[in-house]
């Protein structure tokens, strides 16, 4: 079963609209840290956030936000207003924490990615 | 200028061929990891090394090889590169391993094709 769950594998949008990307994830660890990157269509990746699991507070940073969930285990990204160079693939991760057994270390597990393109 | 540098951008070999694509940092990094990236798929890790001298396996392994003898350095080989082999290659690293709350920074990417 993967551990990181991006549904959507491709979302458009018109320019200035808002836009949620969904993550979904699975772990037993009651520590974990949830990254978000993004890969423009240059190809580099680029980290955008990081979450441990006990800060479940938002976050607002423009026009880009966090919501996590842990009742849901959903660490869901916003773009409000969306622009045309926004248009990226959209990676979510976890990493599950190290002191508890059975964790894998070093282990950074990331989902299939959102295509997002935003048109003008 | 803090970088990941990978090299080639760009192989097209053969099957059967040995080839290493190299991997260095500038940053000090304990942490470095190797991904493949397929239409689809996403992003699979293939090794990590926490430390010199310390590698582990990733989610898909099999057909590669790593080292890591200096801590910049972290190449990977294909000792007998395959048709499925074929794939968009990232190197990464971080100060420590992600479960420390570190995030990644990535090459450039390695496009491979093997006929």
């Known amino acids: 079963a993967q551990k990181v769950t991006q549904a959507q594998t491709e979302i458009s949008v018109v320019e200035k609209e808002d836009v949620t990307l969904d993550c979904v994830y699975e772990?037993?660890?009651?520590?974990?840290?949830l990254f978000w990157y993004k890969q423009p269509p240059s190809g580099e990746l680029v980290f955008l956030i990081r979450?441990?699991?006990?800060?479940?507070q938002n976050e607002i940073s423009g026009r880009y936000s966090w919501n996590f969930q842990k009742s849901t285990s959903s660490f869901n990204f916003t773009i409000t207003a969306s622009q045309v160079v926004d248009s990226a693939v959209y990676f979510c991760?976890?990493?599950?924490?190290?002191?508890?057994?059975?964790?894998?270390?070093?282990?950074?597990?990331f989902g299939r990615g959102t295509q997002l393109t935003v048109w003008p | 200028e803090a970088q990941v540098t990978q090299n080639p951008r760009y192989l097209i070999t053969v099957t059967g061929k040995k080839l290493t694509v190299t991997c260095s940092q500038n940053?000090?990094?304990?942490?470095m990891s190797w991904y493949r990236q397929d239409p689809g798929l996403g992003l699979r890790q293939i090794y990590y090394?926490?430390?010199?001298?310390?590698?582990d396996k990733g989610d898909v392994p099999e057909g590669y090889k790593v080292s890591r003898k200096e801590k910049r350095n972290f190449p990977l080989i294909l000792e007998s590169p395959s048709p499925n082999q074929t794939s968009l290659y990232f190197c990464?690293?971080?100060?420590?391993?992600?479960?420390?709350?570190?995030?990644?920074?990535f090459g450039n990417g390695t496009r491979l094709t093997v006929t």
């Open positions: 772990t037993r660890d009651t520590t974990y840290y």
């Open positions: 990464a690293s971080s100060q420590r391993e992600p479960r420390y709350n570190s995030p990644l920074h």
């Open positions: 940053m000090n990094h304990e942490y």
């Open positions: 991760a976890l990493s599950e924490a190290p002191f508890n057994r059975g964790s894998t270390l070093g282990r950074l597990y």
């Open positions: 090394s926490m430390n010199v001298e310390v590698t």
């Open positions: 979450r441990n699991s006990f800060d479940e």
